[in-house]
């Protein structure tokens, strides 16, 4: 039987007890779970943050809905299954399924960082990290799984599109026309991450811009403005 330690900060122990109505379990190392929840805006050293766990419990994530989108669906193809596990731990899916639970609050934020959209899903990908390091990729596999599978409908999750900018480029082609992506890095502010910047262009033309901390996520975002605003001209009949 494994014991955990007496909490004497109260807390600590507030925050064990979180933990466990969130996942369902007890942690051990309650120090993982409080770097898992330290935002790089409030600390100093950015090895101090919860980075390098948001790292580590994306690849955990990776495998555990991998293997959950491939028994799923026995009959479907390589793309189909890359496509659910794209849309299961896009940013936008683990933000939604994050702040379905109160461990956002527990979240140590500073400045203008509060409000980033990113926020919750990136604090989850920490906490599967910090699980992960705590108890094993055993348990860790089916915490996060009886964790996740509470919060998806597949059959919603099915109709939900998270690649835009493939889409987009399929409508571009079929209209003979060719969608690229300029993308630049924004001015580093120290003790921040590089930050990106796309435009969607066609013809010359601005179809949308977004930003990201990487170029991917930027055409992606970039993409996905680009997308709603067409849909809305064709809504509006322009």
């Not at 435009?199 to 170029?215: M, R």
Request: aromatic residues 10%; positive net charge; charged residues 30%.
């Amino acid at each position: 039987m494994i014991f955990r330690p007496a909490d004497k900060d109260p807390k600590d122990k507030e925050l064990r007890r979180a933990l466990y109505d969130c996942f369902g379990f007890w942690p051990r190392n309650l120090k993982l779970y409080k770097k898992a929840l330290t935002h790089r805006s409030a600390v100093t050293r950015n090895k101090d943050s919860n980075e390098r766990l948001e790292f580590l419990g994306d690849a955990v994530l990776g495998i555990i809905v991998g293997e959950a989108v491939y028994k799923k669906y026995p009959f479907q193809d390589e793309g189909y299954l890359t496509q659910m596990r794209s849309k299961l731990v896009s940013r936008d899916s683990l933000n939604r399924i994050a702040g379905n639970n109160e461990m956002y609050q527990w979240l140590n934020v500073k400045g203008k960082d509060i409000n980033s959209r990113h926020l919750a899903g990136n604090a989850l990908e920490a906490l599967a990290g910090a699980i992960f390091l705590d108890v094993g990729f055993r348990r860790c596999k089916k915490i996060l799984l009886r964790y996740l599978l509470t919060y998806i409908d597949w059959q919603e999750l099915e109709c939900i599109e998270t690649d835009f900018k493939s889409r987009m480029v399929e409508r571009y082609q079929k209209k003979g026309k060719t969608l690229t992506f300029k993308v630049e890095m924004l001015p580093q502010q120290s003790g921040k991450p590089s930050e990106f910047l796309a435009k969607a262009v066609t013809d010359g033309c601005v179809l949308g811009t977004g930003s990201g901390f990487s170029k991917k996520d930027a055409e992606q975002e970039a993409s996905r403005q680009a997308w709603m605003s067409e849909f809305k001209r064709i809504g509006s009949g322009d």
